[in-house]
């Protein structure tokens, strides 16, 4: 390796370490405390499902048979 290699070597990995640090920084300050509060109804509607969930029983045996 000659000294332009590195120095290429070290100016990649500089950037990389920004950049990262950039997209840590701006998603502290813009993302970290966003919440969205979801509507189990409004959603199961949305999807096409009971919006209470029915349950199936299980039956005894093998379960590759079922």
Known sequence: MDLRDRRLRKEIGVILIVKILAITAL???FVRDVRVPVDTTTTAQHLG?????TL???LQGNPHDQ
């Open 27 to 29: 998603w502290w300050w």
């Open 49 to 53: 499902a009971p919006a209470l969930p």
């Open 56 to 58: 199936n029983p299980t």
